[in-house]
């Protein structure tokens, strides 16, 4: 009978302490006649007095989906821009405070589509500060709440909206989009603590089947599973029950001769 190869790989599916995306997509809205934006490669905010006739409000929004951090692990999440000199022809930076908020709708950044009336925040975020002075340096605020609503799929994720916090007080800021290659809109997020290790996985060869144990205690969440490569693809191992403080489950080498097997926490 051919032997079985075999090998037992505990591992954490979330791990990294800190992740930081770049943004999905981005853009800019301009308010003057309903007319779509004119910087495809910069996030212009800015205030130009009653009625806002050539206000300028931006979308950005963060591809949360698979983050390696779950939701009821994040510590802290900032939202960073990178801030450039305004074009001239629209005068010179103005310094400020820009407003954050949760976009409400989905949007996209194809023209003519995207249209000031697309536009739809709530919920405050608070305020990202840009003093003067501040071209070509990060500026960042604190999104935590926002990003663990997002996460854990308490609110849906339409990305953040930014305008100036009064549009009739003069405001002319503009930051990199996700066009300028190592200066795109960031969100940083870090995990609150270490994450914890998985509990010990033990293997018994009887006769020509083998036992897999570990420990129930502190076990909730971690899922046995198994693979013929450690490449994956990884599939759950189901059936086990409990003995004498442990989860146990019986198996069989595979037609390849090797398993491998991880505890493994979604």
């Given at each position: 009978m051919r032997s079985a190869i075999l090998m037992l790989a505990c591992s954490l599916t979330a791990t990294g302490d800190t992740v930081t995306l770049t943004s999905a997509k981005d853009s800019d809205i301009y308010s003057y006649s309903d007319r779509p934006t004119g910087t495809t490669s910069t996030l212009g905010i800015n205030s130009s007095g009653a009625g806002s006739p050539h206000s300028q409000r931006s979308l950005i929004q963060f591809n949360l989906t698979g983050l390696a951090i779950p939701s009821g692990e994040i510590g802290a999440a900032k939202l960073r821009l990178f801030v450039v000199p305004p074009d001239p022809a629209f005068g010179a930076?103005?310094?400020g405070n820009v407003e954050v908020f949760r976009q409400t709708a989905a949007w996209t950044i194809t023209n003519p589509t995207l249209r000031w009336n697309h536009f739809l925040a709530a919920d405050?975020?608070?305020?990202?500060?840009?003093?003067?002075?501040?071209?070509?340096?990060?500026?960042?605020?604190?999104?935590?709440?926002l990003v663990v609503a997002w996460a854990s799929g308490g609110v849906a994720n339409h990305g953040f909206a930014l305008q100036a916090q009064s549009e009739s007080i003069a405001l002319n800021v503009t930051f990199a989009s996700m066009e300028f290659p190592g200066y795109a809109p960031q969100l940083v997020i870090t995990r609150a603590v270490a994450p914890?290790?998985?509990?010990?996985?033990?293997?018994?060869a009887t006769?020509?089947?083998?036992?897999?144990?570990?420990?129930?205690?502190?076990?909730?969440g971690w899922v046995l599973q198994t693979a013929e490569s450690l490449a994956g693809p990884w599939t759950q191992v189901i059936g086990a029950t409990q003995s004498s403080g442990s989860w146990q489950v019986s198996a069989a080498p595979n037609a390849s001769g090797r398993g491998f097997f991880r505890l493994s926490k979604p």
């Open positions: 930076l103005t310094p405050s975020a608070g305020l990202l500060v840009v003093p003067a002075g501040s071209s070509g340096s990060w500026t960042e605020i604190d999104v935590t709440p914890a290790a998985p509990p010990a996985l033990t293997l018994t006769g020509n089947s083998f036992d897999l144990r570990w420990p129930v205690a502190d076990s909730g």
